[in-house]
């Protein structure tokens, strides 16, 4: 079944180094598209004293042997059932070199000098090919900075895009009878447009969180309990929600060093006028940022600023664009000027200091331009689920008695269940 190619032994014999020259670069490789039917066929391998190189028709790659035992896929080493990495790594001896390779079109085999054998699947070794990547190269092949993750699963959206092509609304009675197609379509239009609205909810507590829990997850608590409750009486001053003032865009928690991946909101009653609910893209707008402005999108995911939360003694810190630090796309948007901590210390030359101030005062009036603001009534029964990551709310002021309740969801809980309805969608 397999050719035989006992390369190492041969090296072993010959202690010479094979010199590589390939028309591609390791670079090239890792740039070639990964899917399963692009199956290139492996020309050639070679071992030298640490690393094991696969010519590939259209690239190369090398990894280390130790890479390679690490990621052995056998029982021993990854835990059928719960596919959990069970080798461990600071008990695999310092040299461990092949007893011998075995490859074909399909797969590659190893026996360890040890007697471990380990098989991989060359398209996986190709589409995690690491080499010609690090953090010391430039142009890595996965830089994407200024792209958003997971764009491709998103609508970004302003007002007008909205109005022309408005979100499916969900009703109450088919959340709560587990429709499974309503469950998964719900959660990716939250995912998708960053929002979503629930209609024909009775106006309590325990409906809006089924809600919450049956679409996105495990409810998670903050210091104001369970249920967030904002009454414009003033009674409480941990927030400024807590009073009748308007509120400009914004995400919430952002002085949580995770702050909640989607918030749900539910206006049970409200006896007087104003308290219209706002809602803007923060990733459109971070997009637009970066279209007419890329050095103020550089700034705003380059330095972190402090956000506290004096009345809980909290703070984080963290960019006003949080990219992810492995692909550099956008990942989240942490916005609330009302909670920036003192604007010092932040490793800013006096100069960056003002092309700062620039940077947060471009996005905050992309923010505020009329065609990215989405403005509506929050009704008794209708309830919001936004996606806190993305998309900011806001209200106009408020006159009159108002009660709205809210519920948290935590990001980790929220993309892991969005990642798993995608695969079974
Ligand atoms: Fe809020
Ligand atoms: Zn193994």
Redesign the pocket.
């Known amino acids: 079944m397999f050719a035989s190619l006992s390369r190492f032994r041969r090296f072993l014999r010959s202690q010479q180094l094979v010199k590589w020259s390939f028309s591609l670069s390791p670079r090239s490789l890792a740039n070639v598209a990964s899917s399963q039917s692009e199956r290139k066929t492996v020309i050639d391998t070679k071992l030298d004293n640490h690393s094991l190189s696969i010519q590939w028709e259209d690239g190369n790659a090398r990894f280390h042997y130790l890479w390679l035992?690490h990621h052995?896929?056998?029982?021993?080493?990854?835990n059928p059932k719960t596919k959990q990495r069970t080798?461990d790594l600071t008990l695999i001896p310092k040299q461990m070199n092949p007893h011998d390779v075995h490859v074909d079109s399909k797969l590659l085999k190893i026996i360890w000098m040890d007697g471990?054998?380990?098989i991989f699947d060359v398209s996986w070794l190709k589409e995690n090919a690491y080499d010609g990547g690090g953090l010391l190269c430039e142009n890595q092949p996965e830089t994407r900075f200024g792209s958003i993750s997971h764009e491709s699963d998103m609508t970004l959206w302003d007002r007008d895009a909205i109005a022309g092509k408005p979100p499916k609304e969900f009703l109450y009675r088919d959340i709560i009878a587990n429709n499974k197609e309503v469950l998964q379509e719900s959660l990716n239009d939250l995912f998708r447009f960053g929002f979503i609205f629930v209609n024909d909810t009775p106006t309590d507590e325990e409906s809006t969180l089924k809600i919450c829990q049956r679409i996105v997850g495990p409810i998670r608590e903050t210091p104001e309990g369970r249920v967030y409750v904002i009454e414009n009486k003033a009674l409480k001053d941990s927030d400024l929600s807590h009073f009748s003032n308007a509120l400009q865009g914004h995400t919430d928690f952002s002085f949580y060093n995770d702050p909640p991946g989607v918030q749900a909101m539910h206006c049970l009653h409200h006896y007087g006028t104003g308290g219209m609910s706002l809602l803007v893209d923060g990733f459109k707008a971070a997009k637009t940022l970066y279209q007419e402005n890329p050095a103020a999108f550089q700034i705003l995911s380059s330095f972190p600023l402090r956000f506290l939360s004096s009345h809980f003694f909290m703070q984080s810190q963290g960019t006003i664009l949080e990219l992810d630090p492995f692909t550099r796309a956008l990942t989240r948007v942490r916005w609330n000027t009302s909670r920036f901590g003192p604007l010092t210390k932040l490793n800013l030359s006096f100069e960056e200091m003002e092309k700062l101030y620039q940077a947060i005062r471009l996005y905050g009036s992309i923010v505020r331009r009329e065609e990215n603001e989405l403005w509506f009534k929050l009704t008794p029964g209708k309830v919001l689920l936004v996606d806190n990551r993305r998309v900011l709310h806001g209200r106009s002021a408020v006159q009159g008695p108002r009660k709205l309740i809210g519920y948290y969801v935590s990001m980790d809980d929220y993309i892991g269940k969005w990642k798993e309805n995608r695969m079974k969608t």
């Open positions: 035992r052995c896929q056998c029982n021993s080493c990854v080798v471990h054998q380990t």
